[in-house]
């Protein structure tokens, strides 16, 4: 089993920063894909960005595009999400998955991770 665990949110004003982080444990070396998804008060879970086990793919929902960086470092099993420019629309729960390996989909979907976070409260003021 693996255990994923995210620190880095708070309270922020628009056009600010924020970097999230998610270290991984346990069983980390059967750790694929890393990924982002968030969910607002009162919405769907939805995607925000991904990375393939090698970090030479990425994927970025449109909201985010231009915005945020994800990046990883797996010497220390940890995936990071740079969040740039933050509008107050970005506010969510943001929750740090992890993929098993072994499955067919593509980085964006949830259907791919195994693995989640408790998640962290990202929150934008205006």
């Known amino acids: 089993q693996v255990q994923l665990v995210e620190s880095g949110g708070g309270l922020v004003q628009a056009g600010g920063s924020l970097r999230l982080s998610c270290a991984a444990s346990g069983r980390t070396f059967s750790v694929g894909a890393m990924g982002w998804f968030r969910q607002a008060a009162g919405k769907d879970r939805e995607f925000v960005s991904a990375i393939s086990r090698s970090g030479g793919r990425t994927d970025y929902a449109d909201s985010v595009k231009g915005r945020f960086t994800i990046s990883r470092d797996n010497a220390k099993n940890t995936v990071y999400l740079q969040m740039n420019s933050l509008k107050p629309e970005d506010t969510a729960v943001y929750y740090c998955?992890?993929?098993?390996?072994?499955?067919?989909?593509?980085?964006?979907?949830?259907?791919?991770?195994?693995?989640w976070g408790q998640g962290i409260q990202v929150t934008v003021s205006s």
């Open positions: 998955a992890a993929d098993r390996r072994g499955s067919y989909y593509p980085l964006s979907s949830r259907d791919l991770y195994d693995y």
